[in-house]
């Protein structure tokens, strides 16, 4: 039986993520949620918060063990 993931209340699902849920919460946010490796939202976020000096990459606004919201 695969496992299936409620839709959300408020919001849409944002294309991609085969092991997390992306959901677009408002027209610039997104909401990641990280249900096979919940360790990764912590290095995705380091990432995406460290100084990149040849692109920009989204703000992170609010972080958690399994999640993460940023900018989209």
Partial sequence: ???RTPRPPTGRWAP?????VNVRLWADRVLRVYRRD????AKEAGLLVRGWRWFRAPA???A???F???ES
């Fill in 1 to 3: 039986m695969r496992h």
């Fill in 16 to 20: 991609g993520g085969l092991a997390n």
């Fill in 68 to 70: 993460l919201e940023r």
């Fill in 60 to 62: 992170v606004l609010s």
């Fill in 38 to 41: 919940a360790g990764a939202a």
């Fill in 64 to 66: 958690g063990e399994d």
